[in-house]
């Protein structure tokens, strides 16, 4: 089945730990809502723009983008 990685992109001097937050949400909102995601991560590009990144199934990813409203999302292997 094709995954897809939900991104949420943080900016600012507090976006580690906005996007550090933002993942204990999206592993609490996983197990409440049985969605079975591969990696919760952070993803850090400079000290300045941090994301919080969730892989998930395809056929979960209506559901997830109309409850948490990701930013961007890409597909991968």
Do not use: G, L, P, W
């Given at each position: 089945m094709a995954k897809v990685k939900l991104i949420w992109d943080f900016r600012g001097p507090a976006a580690k730990r906005t996007a550090e937050h933002h993942c204990i949400h999206l592993n609490d909102f996983t197990k409440m809502e049985n969605i079975?995601?591969?990696?919760?991560?952070?993803?850090?590009?400079?000290?300045?723009?941090?994301?919080?990144?969730?892989?998930?199934?395809?056929?979960?990813v209506p559901f997830m983008r109309e409850k948490l409203k990701p930013h961007r999302g890409q597909r991968v292997n």
């Open positions: 079975e995601s591969e990696s919760i991560k952070v993803e850090e590009f400079s000290e300045m723009h941090v994301c919080a990144t969730m892989i998930i199934h395809e056929n979960d």
